[in-house]
């Protein structure tokens, strides 16, 4: 009986094991005939139609892929929509900071633009890392401290000791690496504005005009309120505040 109930346990296994490969590879040809599709419209100048595939992946399929980002990016600047098109290139050089086709792209879209993004040490250190990366890594390094520790407490060898500290070291190194990563992508909520927009002086369309901004600026968002949000813009050595409406500006975390 036991035996028997062993053997339909490993077939009903491996009949699973099967269903999900399936599973896995049919939904990785429903987004592969999705982008070709894309790419086939993107040829024929088809934008909205691309734009359109492009945008059900992301919100829909729930796609996050940098090069899905950086494709959607190129569809709304041919479309005439520096915004969306800025907008999509920060998502994607989020997920891809050090591929070059894509740092080049957001380059030359803020340089269209005419928009200069400042830039700290830590900005210029930390570009070169996606967050997913500096947090793996962190995990591994942690899991492997605990490894070494748990071998350490019923070995008690040197080398294992050794082993500790070169670990620990790494950890001082990563954790505020992951902490300012973290802070710069999740805490400080980034934005592109959409459009040319009014800027005003609280959240109301009643409030006064402070500045006009142009569409493609990044922006911090300071606070959200309603359907307005107090954002922070940079200009040079001078910082600007004010509200600006939901719909104008999409945000590049979410």
């Given at each position: 009986?036991?035996?028997?109930?062993?053997?339909?346990?490993?077939k009903f296994?491996?009949f699973?094991?099967?269903?999900?490969?399936?599973?896995?590879?049919f939904a990785?040809?429903?987004?592969?005939?999705?982008?070709?599709n894309?790419?086939?419209?993107f040829?024929?100048?088809?934008?909205?139609?691309?734009?359109?595939?492009?945008?059900?992946?992301?919100?829909?399929?729930?796609?996050?892929?940098?090069?899905?980002?950086?494709?959607?990016?190129?569809?709304?600047?041919?479309?005439?929509?520096?915004?969306?098109a800025?907008?999509?290139i920060?998502?994607?050089l989020?997920?891809?900071?050090r591929?070059?086709?894509?740092?080049?792209?957001?380059?030359?879209?803020?340089?269209?633009?005419?928009h200069?993004r400042?830039?700290?040490?830590s900005?210029?250190?930390?570009?070169?890392?996606?967050?997913?990366?500096?947090t793996?890594?962190?995990?591994?390094?942690?899991?492997?401290?605990?490894?070494?520790?748990?071998?350490?407490?019923?070995k008690?060898?040197?080398?294992?000791?050794?082993?500790?500290?070169?670990?620990?070291?790494?950890?001082?190194?990563?954790?505020?690496?992951?902490?300012?990563?973290?802070?710069?992508e999740?805490?400080?909520?980034e934005?592109?504005?959409?459009?040319?927009?009014?800027?005003r002086?609280?959240?109301?369309?009643?409030?006064?005009?402070?500045?006009?901004?142009?569409?493609?600026?990044?922006?911090?968002v300071?606070?959200?309120?309603?359907?307005?949000?107090?954002?922070?813009?940079?200009?040079g050595?001078?910082?600007?505040?004010?509200w600006?409406?939901?719909?104008?500006?999409?945000?590049?975390?979410g």
């Amino acid at each position: 009986m036991t035996i028997k109930v062993k053997a339909n346990m490993k077939k009903f296994l491996g009949f699973i094991t099967v269903c999900l490969c399936f599973s896995i590879c049919f939904a990785e040809n429903i987004h592969q005939t999705q982008i070709d599709n894309a790419e086939e419209n993107f040829k024929r100048d088809n934008f909205s139609k691309t734009i359109e595939i492009y945008e059900s992946l992301i919100k829909i399929e729930k796609v996050n892929n940098p090069y899905i980002f950086y494709n959607l990016s190129n569809a709304y600047y041919r479309n005439g929509n520096i915004g969306k098109a800025i907008l999509n290139i920060e998502k994607a050089l989020r997920l891809a900071p050090r591929d070059r086709e894509i740092r080049n792209n957001a380059d030359y879209l803020n340089a269209v633009a005419e928009h200069v993004r400042q830039k700290n040490f830590s900005d210029t250190f930390l570009q070169y890392f996606s967050l997913n990366e500096i947090t793996v890594v962190s995990a591994a390094f942690v899991i492997l401290l605990f490894a070494v520790l748990s071998l350490f407490i019923i070995k008690r060898k040197p080398i294992l000791k050794k082993t500790m500290i070169v670990l620990v070291v790494f950890l001082i190194i990563c954790i505020p690496l992951f902490a300012l990563k973290a802070y710069n992508e999740i805490v400080l909520k980034e934005a592109v504005v959409l459009y040319t927009s009014n800027v005003r002086s609280g959240p109301s369309e009643n409030d006064t005009d402070i500045f006009t901004i142009p569409a493609g600026k990044v922006v911090s968002v300071i606070v959200k309120s309603g359907d307005w949000n107090n954002i922070k813009v940079r200009y040079g050595n001078e910082s600007l505040t004010g509200w600006i409406e939901n719909k104008a500006i999409g945000n590049i975390n979410g």
